[in-house]
């Protein structure tokens, strides 16, 4: 059974650090897994992601530098640790995991409120 489970969200002030967790189950190996946003009345956008192919880290100019994604095999969790954090990076976070013709799965989302 595939399942996704994020954690982690909250409030925290400009400038601030935040972490979330991803519990990952019932998800191949060879799966892309990684997180996305959706602001209100904004578009859900693509932060990160591992590559199910070579494992290779890619990340949106908008959080290059400032977030780091990680993924612990023996835990199954998927990890996004957030830096410098600003008003602009309110949003719901989703952990999602895809492959083209295989599946495209998603967590419930946890929200992250930047504000002083």
């Known amino acids: 059974q595939v399942q996704l489970v994020e954690s982690g969200g909250g409030l925290v002030q400009p400038g601030g650090s935040l972490g979330l967790s991803c519990a990952v189950s019932g998800i191949p190996d060879y799966f892309a897994i990684g997180w996305f946003r959706q602001a209100p009345g904004k578009e859900r956008e693509g932060l990160s992601c591992?590559?199910?192919?070579?494992?290779?880290?890619y990340y949106a100019g908008s959080v290059k530098g400032r977030f780091t994604i990680a993924r612990d095999n023996i835990k199954n969790t998927l990890y996004l640790l957030m830096n410098k954090l600003q008003p602009e990076d309110t949003a719901v976070y989703y952990c999602?995991?895809?492959?083209?013709?295989?599946?495209?799965?998603w967590g419930q989302g946890t929200q992250v409120t930047v504000s002083s």
């Open positions: 591992i590559s199910g192919k070579d494992g290779g880290l």
């Open positions: 999602n995991a895809y492959k083209s013709g295989r599946g495209d799965y």
